[in-house]
C-alpha cells in the first residue's frame, strides 16, 4: 500500500477504533482466521446493532455473510469481514463527494447545526483544509447567539493561520453574512465559510434566522450561499436524523459533516443518516486536531470499520 494511502487508512483506522474495538471484542476478534459457527454470526448481528448500524444495513450485512456461510462451512472470519465491508460500500454508493468550489468567487459554505456539534471548530477546520489546498478563505462569524463563539472562532484562526470577519453578541447573522460577503468578494477570496449559531431544530423562530440569512445571501448572488452543510456529532447516532430532516426542509442542505466519530462506539450511525437523508458526506470528524477533519471516503470508512484491509 502506498504510504500516503497507508496513512490515510490508518486515521480512518484509528479514528473509528472504538467501534472497530466495539466489533472486534463483541464477536471475540471473530474477524480473524478462525472459522465461524452459528454462535459467532450471531454475535457479529448483535455487535452491528450495538454499533448503531441499524436494522436495514445490519440485516442485508448479515443476508450476505449468511449466504455465504451456507455455500462455505470453512468461511473465516476476515473472509466475512470483506463481505461486510463490500455492501457497507453498496449502501453508501453516491454519500463520497470531494468539494469544488465553483467559478464565481467567493464560493459560500454556510455550517448549521445543533447546539454542541462542533460546529465553530469544524467551520476553522474546513477554512484550514481549503487554505491547504490552495484556496483564499475567509471565515464568517455568524454565530452572535453564544458569547464565546466568536472569542474560540478567532483562537482557532489565530492558530491556523486564518482571516476571520468577527462579530459581537447579539448582532443580527444575516448583517454578519452580508458583511462577510463583501468582505471575501473586496479580497477576492476563493472560499467564503460562515459559523452560524447552533439552534434547536424545534426551535421555529431560530431557523426563520436560517433563512433570513440565506435570503440576504442570495440578493447579493443568485445562490449563495451554494453549499449548506448540516454538521452532525457522530456520537448522537441515530438520534439526529429527526434533526436533519428539519434543517433539511428549513435550509435546503447540500451535504453534510459527522463529527466526533472517535469519541463513540456507535460508528455505524453514520450509515442510517446516509440512507435517511441521501446527502453527500464532505467530511468526518476523527479527533481533536485539524488534520482529523478528513474527506470522506466510502472504501476507507468501510474497511476501518471490518479491519479488513491489509495495513
Same mark, same amino acid.
Given at each position: 500500500?502506498? #504510504? $500516503? ?28 482466521? !478462525? ?15 450495538? =454499533? ?19 455455500? /462455505? ?11 461486510? #465491508? ?8 453516491? +454519500?463520497?463527494? !470531494?468539494? =469544488? ?25 474546513? =477554512?484550514?483544509?481549503?487554505?491547504? &489546498? ?6 464568517? #462569524? ?5 458569547? !464565546? ?17 468577527? &462579530? ?11 458583511? &462577510? ?15 452560524? =449559531? ?31 452543510? @448540516?454538521?452532525?456529532?457522530? &456520537?448522537?447516532?441515530? /438520534? +439526529? ?23 463513540? +462506539?456507535?460508528?455505524?450511525? @453514520? ?36 479491519? +479488513?484491509?491489509? $495495513?
Amino acid at each position: 500500500m502506498h #504510504a $500516503e494511502k497507508k496513512g490515510f487508512f490508518r486515521r480512518f483506522r484509528e479514528g473509528l477504533q472504538k467501534t472497530t474495538r466495539s466489533l472486534s471484542s463483541a464477536v471475540g476478534g471473530v474477524f480473524g482466521r !478462525a472459522k465461524l459457527d452459528e454462535d459467532s454470526l450471531n454475535s457479529i448481528e448483535e455487535a452491528l446493532f450495538g =454499533a448503531d448500524f441499524g436494522v436495514e444495513t445490519t440485516d442485508e450485512v448479515m443476508e450476505a455473510i449468511r449466504k455465504e456461510y451456507r455455500r /462455505n462451512r470453512d468461511l473465516r472470519g476476515k473472509e466475512a469481514a470483506e463481505i461486510g #465491508a463490500r455492501v457497507l460500500e453498496g449502501v453508501l454508493e453516491g +454519500s463520497e463527494k !470531494a468539494f =469544488a468550489p465553483s467559478q464565481e468567487k467567493p464560493t459560500v459554505v454556510a455550517l448549521v447545526g445543533v447546539n454542541g456539534s462542533g460546529k465553530t471548530t469544524t467551520s476553522a477546520k474546513i =477554512a484550514w483544509h481549503f487554505q491547504e &489546498s490552495g484556496s483564499s478563505v475567509l471565515v464568517g #462569524a455568524c454565530d452572535t447567539f453564544r458569547a !464565546a463563539a466568536n472569542e474560540q472562532l478567532k483562537v482557532w484562526s489565530d492558530r491556523l493561520g486564518l482571516e476571520v470577519i468577527g &462579530s459581537h453578541q447579539g448582532a443580527d447573522p444575516a448583517a454578519v453574512a452580508f458583511d &462577510s460577503f463583501a468582505a471575501a468578494q473586496k479580497r477576492e477570496k476563493d472560499l467564503l465559510v460562515l459559523d452560524t =449559531a447552533g439552534r434547536l431544530h424545534t426551535k421555529s423562530n431560530l431557523m426563520e434566522e436560517l433563512k433570513k440569512v440565506r435570503r440576504v445571501l442570495g440578493k447579493q448572488r443568485e445562490g449563495a450561499p451554494e453549499e449548506r452543510w @448540516l454538521v452532525i456529532d457522530g &456520537s448522537h447516532g441515530t /438520534n +439526529s436524523i429527526q434533526q436533519a430532516r428539519i434543517f433539511h426542509e428549513a435550509f435546503e442542505l447540500t451535504g453534510l459533516v459527522i463529527t466526533k466519530l472517535d469519541g463513540t +462506539s456507535g460508528g455505524g450511525a @453514520l450509515v442510517g443518516i446516509y440512507r435517511e437523508m441521501k446527502l453527500p458526506i464532505y467530511y468526518i470528524g476523527l479527533g481533536e486536531q485539524p488534520e482529523d477533519l478528513q474527506p470522506f471516503s466510502v472504501k476507507e470508512y468501510c474497511q476501518a470499520i471490518f479491519a +479488513s484491509s491489509d $495495513e
